[in-house]
């Protein structure tokens, strides 16, 4: 329930009370604020005592929106499809209840009782960490499959039996073909974060999963957006489920501030630094669309001396997770990421969040931000983009249903309305499309400043913009030679003979070839049919393909092939039989 609790907190009744109220407000702005009194409590909703006290000793009292509308039908045993903006409380909402179920039975060895989906991680890690926290009074257990952990600790965890079982869907299935799970007794399924699912690409991996459950189950399905792809999942693995929807779909929350920063390509790093420097940031999350960038811009910001950190999918998982403790424990103020980041996670006091790429979905625009202004704090998210994300950013505000109020970031390049229109109406697709004419020279830094020495050097000639001046100005073509009559091209062609030497006195004089012929017929016959070692086409190819010549030792004979080898004699015992019958005659 990271979402409606921060752990740090101290456990005050009064505090709590004042953080949840602007919650309840965001699901009716309009409506008149309610009393204290009237506000429903997480004992009035039907947990357990044991819930309770460790839910108020975590310093809240009132359920957000969705918690109190979820939670009820989740403990009737009915299935649920859940959709509300980030920040709101979703995991709670099945976290609570299903301690509630699962309490005074056992599981068996493999075969645990619950299942909880999550597309990260980061976010399965942070769900296993609620559970500890909310179940401290409740012998239960749980377990946590993800990749990057080592697969025999976790076989070991499983034989024990296992309660709730929180997972990815690939190091599940790894553990499944292996024999390591079984999944027959499993009661309730949760899929959280559905639409991050469907955009990694786990989706078929998740029908997969469900096939392998038993059909009398709870399922619970919880998205914060809700596409017509969703919609038809939900429709796959739902039986009359309960809707509870409680904001707009993809709707930002009233606690965050946005704004949106148009500038040059070549100035982003410093609209970036001058942001981070006129803002009061305490912490902030920085998103950039690839990983490759994250890196860059990571050692951008350490190199102007910002206590910065960077978290993506090709890090390792050990130094993934010790780089997202020393960001929550406030040993680093920014920390540079990819969109691995957006689905989930919470930090407590998150103060700002910036979107140094537009997003390419705009779905993830919600996501994003949807980091800072949780359980009705204030928080502050900027977006920097360019010309080329004009598309980008028409998407977002047509999704978020308003649009995105502009800064100004005095010292840089204004980006112009004509740009930004131009941008909105060109055919061209990707990067450089309305900035190619603009593009500075790299030599310069990427500043767009005039190289030195370049500044007073004069004018080039203009170059020709029309094709009549084009056509003007080319080159003049080569003019054929026109073609004589065939009596003058006779006359030619025989002047040319008469011209040349007599044919008697060519022949005076033996060519080459002749020489080299009268040569050949006084070798002998086998010399003259051998083929010469430079004409040898064929067996020029086969030495090729047999590589370099082969070398001899040098100096460097093996010690081995220096011992002298002892002649045989054999020949002397024929010579003494032969001096035999001589001594006999004699």
Do not use: W
């Not at 009820?72 to 409380?89: E, I, N, S």
């Not at 553990?175 to 989706?203: N, P, Q, S, T, W």
């Not at 951008?300 to 010790?322: E, N, T, Y």
């Amino acid at each position: 329930m990271s979402e409606a609790a921060p752990a740090e907190e101290p456990p005050m009744a009064d505090a709590p009370a004042a953080e949840a109220a602007p919650e309840a407000e965001e699901s009716a702005p309009e409506a008149l604020p309610i009393p204290e009194e009237d506000r429903a409590t997480f004992d009035s909703i039907g947990l357990s005592e044991e819930i309770v006290k460790a839910v108020v000793e975590s310093g809240y009292r009132h359920p957000t929106p969705i918690q109190e509308q979820a939670i009820p039908h989740v403990l009737m045993g009915r299935d649920v499809l859940g959709c509300a903006q980030t920040g709101t409380g979703k995991t709670a909402s099945f976290v609570l209840p299903m301690l509630d179920i699962l309490t005074g039975s056992r599981a068996k060895a493999r075969m645990p009782r619950s299942l909880i989906l999550e597309p990260t991680r980061e976010l399965a890690l942070q769900v296993a960490e609620n559970f500890e926290k909310y179940g401290k009074y409740l012998k239960l257990n749980h377990a946590l499959l993800i990749g990057g952990e080592s697969m025999n600790d976790q076989r070991d965890v499983l034989e024990k039996g296992v309660d709730v079982l929180i997972a990815t869907p690939g190091r599940l299935l790894d553990l499944f073909d292996r024999g390591r799970v079984l999944l027959a007794d499993c009661k309730v399924l949760v899929i959280d974060e559905a639409d991050r699912m469907l955009d990694m690409g786990f989706i078929p991996d998740v029908e997969r999963i469900v096939s392998m459950l038993p059909l009398l189950r709870q399922t619970l399905f919880f998205s914060a957006t809700m596409a017509p792809e969703i919609r038809r999942l939900a429709d796959a693995f739902l039986s009359n489920p309960k809707e509870i929807t409680v904001a707009r779909p993809a709707s930002v929350a009233t606690t965050i501030t946005t704004g949106l920063a148009y500038v040059q390509p070549f100035d982003k790093r410093e609209a970036l630094r001058r942001l981070i420097r006129r803002e009061q940031v305490t912490n902030a999350l920085i998103f950039c669309n690839r990983k490759i960038d994250v890196d860059i811009l990571y050692k951008s910001l350490k190199k102007h001396g910002f206590s910065v950190g960077a978290l993506h999918g090709d890090m390792d998982q050990s130094q993934r997770f010790a780089t997202l403790n020393a960001f929550k424990a406030g040993e680093l103020q920014l920390l540079v990421c990819s969109d691995v980041a957006a689905r989930g996670l919470d930090i407590g006091g998150l103060s700002h969040v910036f979107n140094f790429d537009v997003p390419f979905h705009s779905e993830d625009y919600v996501h994003r931000i949807g980091r800072t202004g949780r359980a009705g704090r204030e928080g502050h998210a900027y977006t920097i983009a360019t010309a080329d994300d004009a598309r980008n950013v028409a998407a977002i505000e047509k999704l978020t249903g308003k649009p995105i109020p502009l800064l100004g970031i005095v010292g840089l390049e204004p980006v112009t309305d004509a740009e930004i229109q131009e941008a909105l109406t060109s055919t061209r697709r990707g990067r450089g499309r309305a900035s190619l004419a603009r593009r500075p020279d790299r030599r310069d830094g990427g500043r767009g400043r005039p190289e030195r020495g370049r500044r007073d050097a004069p004018d080039r000639a203009p170059r020709p913009e029309g094709p009549e001046e084009i056509v003007a100005e080319a080159p003049a073509r080569r003019e054929r030679p026109e073609r004589r009559p065939r009596s003058e091209a006779q006359e030619g062609r025989d002047a040319n003979r008469r011209d040349r030497a007599p044919r008697g006195d060519r022949d005076a004089q033996p060519s080459e070839f002749a020489l080299r012929e009268a040569a050949m017929r006084d070798l002998p016959p086998r010399e003259r049919e051998a083929p010469r070692p430079d004409r040898d086409y064929r067996n020029r190819d086969r030495r090729d393909e047999l590589g370099p010549p082969v070398q001899g030792f040098g100096d460097l004979v093996p010690a081995f092939m220096l011992i002298p080898i002892p002649r045989p004699r054999r020949a002397a015992a024929p010579a003494a039989v032969e001096a035999a019958p001589e001594v006999d005659a004699a």
